[in-house]
């Protein structure tokens, strides 16, 4: 089976439609749901029950999917609200 999941080159520059779409995809595979039932204002704990493992999990899958890693003590829950903080966060630490 051909795998057709997308990821971002780790060298080049990542714009922040890039990070949204690799943060929409991992959390979409990640819930087996559709990227089209995921916006921005969707809210991680209260829409999507995301809990300190859910967080763990999807940490992985990002640093996976665009080539890198984020020190996992700046990642949960706390600064999470919504898939746009979230990218936001993404978008944030690639760029330091």
Do not use: N
Not at 71 to 76: A, K, L, S, W
């Amino acid at each position: 089976m051909e795998d057709t999941t997308s990821h971002v080159v780790a060298d080049g520059p990542r714009s922040t439609q890039d990070v949204a779409d690799a943060v929409i995809e991992s959390l979409a595979e990640m819930l087996k749901r559709s990227p089209e039932t995921l916006r921005p204002d969707t809210r991680l704990v209260q829409d999507l029950d995301f809990d300190s493992t859910s967080f763990l999990e999807l940490l992985l899958r990002l640093e996976e999917a665009l080539d890198t890693e984020f020190d996992p003590d700046t990642f949960g829950a706390g600064g999470f609200e919504t898939v746009a903080s979230l990218v936001g966060y993404v978008s944030e630490q690639l760029d330091q």
